[in-house]
């Protein structure tokens, strides 16, 4: 049985018509061509070239055997061109579903991450509302979904995305613009500008004001983080949000200023757990997931 190596020699030596020759096609030393011919010889019982006018050609016994040896080579040209296109992702479309606030700005990070591995790969997103994910996942419309909450289902699994946190925003001429910290009571007594406190998000800023016994009032209930953004640049009030959605923000145009309180929270990569994931979509989770951790870091050390 002859090795795939072996087969590049022999066609090297075949193309070539020297040992010399071959082993510059195949940038290799000399005598490692040489060994490779004569173990082959041995192996096969038979002599596979012949010396004429100082090059090295076909045996007659060996004729039919290179025949057969062109056509395995080319198949793994073929074969070696194939994976080099999907090594690049052509004719691959990766779909996948996330909620806004993950969506906004760290999936489109994570995307030219991917695109930089693999140039030719085509990703079709779509920006999912919570209660949205099980039929996308369960009707196979997408192979994952980037959650900020996790959810009981039989056939749903969730893995740990990265954690997040909290943060309050305020314009750029609020007095809180130029605080290091703000706490919850101080945000209490604003206006907010709030996403309904049944979403995630929304439940963990209503956690932070419960836990402390305050009452707050949400002038303007807004279902998206960037239609919270756009009310707070029209300087109607300040907002609690989670910091993913801020992570590019213009100071200039926001002020997004830390909370006292503790206001961590988990987010989760949704898939079926009856079907496996391709390895370019998670290629793309794993650059997602270190943009998510390298945001946090440097939103902890500003």
């Given at each position: 049985?002859?090795?795939?190596r072996?087969?590049?020699v022999?066609?090297?030596?075949?193309?070539a018509?020297?040992?010399?020759?071959?082993?510059?096609?195949?940038?290799?030393?000399?005598?490692?061509?040489?060994?490779?011919?004569?173990?082959?010889?041995?192996?096969?019982g038979?002599k596979l070239?012949?010396?004429?006018?100082?090059?090295y050609?076909?045996?007659?016994e060996?004729v039919?055997?290179?025949?057969?040896?062109?056509?395995?080579?080319?198949?793994?040209?073929d074969?070696?061109f194939?994976i080099?296109?999907?090594?690049?992702?052509r004719?691959?479309?990766l779909?996948?579903g996330?909620v806004?606030s993950i969506?906004?700005?760290?999936?489109?990070?994570?995307i030219?991450?991917?695109k930089h591995?693999?140039?030719d790969?085509?990703?079709?997103?779509?920006?999912?509302k919570?209660?949205?994910a099980?039929?996308y996942l369960?009707?196979g419309r997408?192979?994952?979904?980037?959650?900020?909450?996790?959810?009981d289902?039989p056939?749903?699994?969730?893995?740990p995305?990265?954690?997040?946190?909290?943060?309050?925003?305020?314009g750029p001429?609020?007095?809180?613009?130029?605080r290091?910290v703000?706490?919850a009571?101080?945000?209490?007594?604003c206006p907010?500008?709030?996403i309904?406190?049944?979403?995630?998000?929304?439940g963990?800023?209503?956690?932070?004001?419960?836990?402390e016994?305050l009452?707050?009032e949400?002038?303007?209930?807004a279902?998206f983080?960037t239609t919270?953004?756009?009310?707070?640049?029209?300087?109607?009030?300040?907002?609690?949000?989670?910091?993913?959605t801020?992570?590019?923000?213009?100071?200039?145009e926001i002020?997004v200023v830390p909370?006292?309180?503790p206001t961590?929270?988990?987010?989760?990569?949704?898939?079926r757990?009856?079907?496996?994931?391709?390895s370019?979509a998670?290629?793309?989770?794993?650059?997602?997931?270190?943009?998510m951790?390298?945001?946090?870091?440097?939103?902890?050390?500003?």
């Amino acid at each position: 049985m002859l090795t795939l190596r072996q087969i590049e020699v022999v066609r090297a030596v075949m193309v070539a018509g020297t040992i010399a020759g071959a082993a510059r096609l195949l940038n290799v030393a000399q005598p490692g061509i040489s060994r490779t011919m004569k173990h082959m010889e041995a192996s096969l019982g038979i002599k596979l070239f012949i010396r004429k006018g100082g090059r090295y050609v076909p045996s007659p016994e060996a004729v039919n055997v290179f025949g057969q040896l062109q056509e395995v080579h080319k198949k793994i040209e073929d074969l070696q061109f194939t994976i080099g296109q999907l090594e690049r992702g052509r004719g691959v479309e990766l779909s996948f579903g996330s909620v806004p606030s993950i969506a906004n700005v760290m999936v489109p990070r994570a995307i030219a991450a991917t695109k930089h591995r693999y140039p030719d790969i085509r990703i079709d997103i779509d920006i999912l509302k919570i209660e949205d994910a099980i039929d996308y996942l369960m009707l196979g419309r997408g192979e994952f979904a980037a959650m900020s909450y996790r959810f009981d289902h039989p056939s749903i699994l969730f893995e740990p995305l990265a954690k997040g946190h909290l943060v309050c925003i305020a314009g750029p001429d609020h007095p809180f613009a130029s605080r290091p910290v703000v706490a919850a009571a101080e945000i209490a007594g604003c206006p907010l500008i709030g996403i309904d406190p049944n979403d995630p998000y929304g439940g963990i800023m209503a956690g932070i004001f419960a836990r402390e016994n305050l009452d707050y009032e949400i002038t303007i209930r807004a279902r998206f983080g960037t239609t919270v953004l756009a009310l707070i640049k029209q300087g109607l009030g300040v907002a609690v949000i989670d910091a993913f959605t801020v992570a590019d923000m213009n100071r200039s145009e926001i002020a997004v200023v830390p909370i006292a309180e503790p206001t961590e929270f988990q987010t989760y990569i949704a898939r079926r757990g009856d079907v496996a994931l391709s390895s370019f979509a998670e290629s793309l989770i794993r650059d997602l997931r270190q943009i998510m951790n390298e945001t946090t870091a440097q939103q902890a050390m500003a």
